[in-house]
Nanobody, 114 residues
Framework: QVQLVESGGGLVQAGGSLRLSCAAS????????MGWYRQAPGKQRELVAI???????NYPDSVKGRFTISGDNAKNTVYLQMNSLKPEDTAVYYC????????WGQGTQVTVSS
């Protein structure tokens, strides 16, 4: 069973930064892709960032230019650097990985105050 553990969430003021980490149980190079999703209360879970095995990345317009996803194969960890945070970024952030199946972490809370 693949396990994903998120960390790095917290409370920040608007304009601040956070870096989220997703530690995987084993090499992340075996995954076709990894990504970050978020879900705010009363809203659908939405894609925030993805990175493929080949290193290509993609972001929705809502976070493009502010968020950056990256991976460290030696540490079996994928990161989400979040800059210029806005109150609308407040959500639970989940790590995702695709291999034989799709896996999810338990999530980490990010709260951005105005």
């Amino acid at each position: 069973q693949v396990q994903l553990v998120e960390s790095g969430g917290g409370l920040v003021q608007a304009g601040g930064s956070l870096r989220l980490s997703c530690a995987a149980s084993g090499s992340i190079s075996r995954f076709n892709a990894m990504g970050w999703y978020r879900q705010a209360p009363g809203k659908q879970r939405e894609l925030v960032a993805i990175i493929t095995r080949g290193g290509s990345t993609n972001y929705p317009d809502s976070v493009k230019g502010r968020f950056t996803i990256s991976g460290d194969n030696a540490k079996n960890t994928v990161y989400l650097q979040m800059n210029s945070l806005k109150p609308e970024d407040t959500a639970v952030y989940y790590c995702n990985a695709q291999y034989l199946l799709t896996y999810w972490g338990q999530g980490t809370q990010v709260t951005v105050s105005s």
